[in-house]
Nanobody, 127 residues
Framework: EVQLVESGGGSVQPGGSLRLSCVLS????????MAWFRQPSGEEREGVAV???????SYADSVKGRFTISRDDAANTVYLQMNSLKREDTAMYYC?????????????????????WGQGTQVTVSS
């Protein structure tokens, strides 16, 4: 059974940093299209970042230059480094695993592409 477990969320002041981790079990991370999504309370889920098998990331405009997605296939783990956090980054953050795609096809954060989801980790940015 494929499972994703996120960790690293918490409360932080504006301008602070957090690093989220997502561990995949039940399958091998290598080659999989992986992504982070977020859902603020009362709002729709939105894509944050996606990373392909070539370790190249794509980002939502709202987080470009502040967030970095990375992967460690040997550890079956995907990370999201979040710097210069803003109040509007407050949300539940979800890790998602998709199919093994050629790198050029793993650039879009379309939730229906991703078949496996974690339970989420809460990120709260406030002073």
């Amino acid at each position: 059974e494929v499972q994703l477990v996120e960790s690293g969320g918490g409360s932080v002041q504006p301008g602070g940093s957090l690093r989220l981790s997502c561990v995949l079990s039940g399958d091998t991370l290598a080659g999989a299209c992986m992504a982070w999504f977020r859902q603020p309370s009362g709002e729709e889920r939105e894509g944050v970042a996606v990373i392909n098998s070539a370790n190249s990331g794509s980002y939502a405009d709202s987080v470009k230059g502040r967030f970095t997605i990375s992967r460690d296939d040997a550890a079956n783990t995907v990370y999201l480094q979040m710097n210069s956090l803003k109040r509007e980054d407050t949300a539940m953050y979800y890790c998602a695993a998709g199919p093994r795609l050629p790198p050029g096809l793993c650039t879009y954060m379309i939730s229906s592409v991703f078949g496996y989801w974690g339970q989420g980790t809460q990120v709260t940015v406030s002073s």
